[in-house]
């Protein structure tokens, strides 16, 4: 391991700073190891100051796990694993995304990435290329620390839930699916059905359990009646998202930060609007969640 590799915790319950490195050479493996058991750590990384291109970020996101695309752009015939998110691409606004239930009003869009598909990514980068001037936060939650927080009953009880997690209706529109006819969105459907997971799952390397919903794709859960499986989406929703749990990263030019998919939900509001943005984003890893 890198001798000058620092390693400096951010909140008490996730992140962690990292110094002393540069992503753009090729680090040795001990060193490699020490950012690993980090990430698994402390579940999100901020390494500072990364003068990286999208190529050398792939690079080091590759020495992660195998870097995935987005399964929708897979079923579009796509192949890309670097991912420009800059709002100058952002669809106009009558093809903004519409929330499919009313609590994704009041919790915003936080999220673990496409977990209405069978498997997720393992783990995710950003680095940011364009900041503006003002907002642009992105924060993480601790899935795991919220779990940690219940109480043991109620940490038995939902053990034994599944929860259906769905896309809702707006991907097909804000993918441009839509435009190519009936058909296409019957294929997409098709291909993305409400998909049920564990509510409690297991951590496959630090063997720790975590909540599995967040506000933008659980939809309900399996053997409750509507109104009870609301009345606790609601709760687990608020329960999650609480500051206590939370890490909010202030973006600088050429900062990079990795995260645990299978331990945290994060939100990017749009509070920096008209004020531009961009951020690359390379995901690695594929994975079905595992059963507490």
Do not use: C
């Not at 034994?160 to 441009?176: K, Q, T």
Request: charged share 20%; aromatic share 8%.
């Amino acid at each position: 391991m890198s001798a000058s590799l620092r390693i400096s915790p951010l909140t008490s319950v996730l992140g962690a700073r990292i110094e002393g490195v540069s992503l753009a050479d090729s680090l040795e493996d001990a060193t490699l190891r020490a950012i690993r058991a980090a990430l698994i750590e402390h579940l999100v990384l901020v390494f500072p100051g990364q003068r990286l291109d999208a190529e050398q970020q792939h690079a080091f996101a590759s020495r992660l796990g195998r870097p995935e695309p987005h399964p929708v752009t897979r079923h579009l015939g796509g192949d890309a694993t670097i991912v420009r998110i800059d709002n100058d691409l952002i669809a106009p606004p009558d093809l903004a995304a519409l929330p499919h239930l009313d609590h994704l009003a009041v919790h915003g869009a936080w999220h673990t990435d496409y977990t209405f598909n069978p498997e997720i990514p393992t783990f995710a980068t950003l680095r940011a290329e364009i900041v503006p001037p003002v907002g642009g936060d992105t924060s993480w939650a601790s899935t795991v620390e919220a779990y940690d927080t219940l109480s043991p009953r109620m940490k038995g009880w939902l053990e034994e839930l599944e929860a259906v997690h769905w896309h809702g209706p707006h991907f097909a529109r804000n993918f441009g699916i839509e435009k190519q006819g009936p058909e296409a969105v019957a294929r997409f459907e098709a291909a993305f059905p409400p998909h049920r997971h564990p509510v409690v799952i297991r951590h496959p390397e630090s063997g720790r359990r975590a909540l599995f919903v967040n506000p933008s794709y659980t939809v309900r859960l399996e053997g409750l009646e509507p109104g009870e499986g609301e009345a606790l989406l609601a709760f687990l929703f608020r329960h999650m998202t609480q500051p206590r749990f939370q890490l909010r990263h202030h973006w600088s030019p050429d900062d990079l930060v990795a995260w645990d998919e299978r331990s945290t939900i994060h939100l990017a509001p749009t509070d920096f609007q008209p004020h531009r943005r961009r951020l690359i984003r390379v995901a690695v890893g594929s994975e079905a969640p595992g059963a507490a």
